[in-house]
């Protein structure tokens, strides 16, 4: 299972990199807002940046609606480097943009998936990825998790290439049950990231390997 990272913030991006959890990263416009991003050049610089740092897929997120204008947005993020992916909402015009961007060998994450069928028309529309929203959806009493292991079977039935990226993730049972689930990568946010990490009886269990080695240098 490839780690993507889900933030727009460089410290974040920088520290789950140097632990080697970075196969990706995803941004959206509520995260960017998050770390300050005002312009679009600010946007187009963090991009650049995140690229240069992690040397793998980045997704940058279209703000425009209507399919021109997300065209627009896409066709310049593509060009800030080869890293980039665009990601695109899940509706007509951006299905419509989404072949388009494909066929120009455009990489694109359909983003705003909450039900199975969604991801097969964004794959059938020539989506690199599909971002089924786990945390969203179990926040209205729905089990996210099920839309990730309904799109699983459809792209094993049909041999789609699109890789499913289980996004919206909340806690680390969300990756691991993508990871049982076979989805292809989890975009963590960091917080989750380090509670993968920690384990208390790992901590218990270091205290003591170096408590009884301590007593007996001291006999
Ligand atoms: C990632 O692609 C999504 O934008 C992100 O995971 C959404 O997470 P949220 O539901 O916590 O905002």
């Not at 997300?70 to 899940?90: F, G, S």
């Not at 786990?134 to 926040?139: A, F, H, S, V």
């Not at 920690?198 to 901590?203: G, R």
Request: net charge negative; aromatic share 6%.
């Amino acid at each position: 299972m490839k780690f993507f990272i889900d933030t727009a913030n460089l410290d974040e991006i920088r520290e789950a990199h140097s632990l080697g959890l970075v196969d990706g990263v995803t941004t959206n416009p509520s995260l960017c807002a998050k770390v300050g991003i005002k312009t679009d050049k600010q946007f187009e610089d963090l991009i650049r940046q995140i690229c240069e740092l992690v040397q793998a897929p980045v997704s940058a997120e279209v703000t425009a609606v209507d399919e021109a204008g997300m065209l627009a947005e896409a066709r310049r993020y593509a060009k800030i480097t080869d890293c980039v992916a665009v990601k695109i909402p899940m509706t007509p015009d951006g299905l419509k943009a989404t072949r388009k961007l494909a066929d120009e060998g455009i990489k694109v994450n359909v983003t705003l998936i909450f039900q199975p069928l969604q991801a097969l028309l964004a794959a059938k529309a020539g989506a690199a990825y599909v971002s089924p929203f786990i945390g969203r959806l179990d926040d209205i009493s729905q089990r996210g998790m099920e839309c990730v292991e309904q799109i699983v079977t459809i792209f094993e039935n049909y041999g789609f290439d699109t890789e499913i990226i289980v996004a919206s993730i909340r806690n680390p049972v969300h990756v691991l049950e993508g990871a049982l689930a076979g989805a292809d990568i989890a975009t963590v946010p960091y917080g989750v990231i380090m509670q993968l990490i920690k384990h208390p009886l790992t901590d218990i269990g270091l205290k003591k390997f170096l408590e009884d080695w301590e007593r007996t240098r001291k006999s």
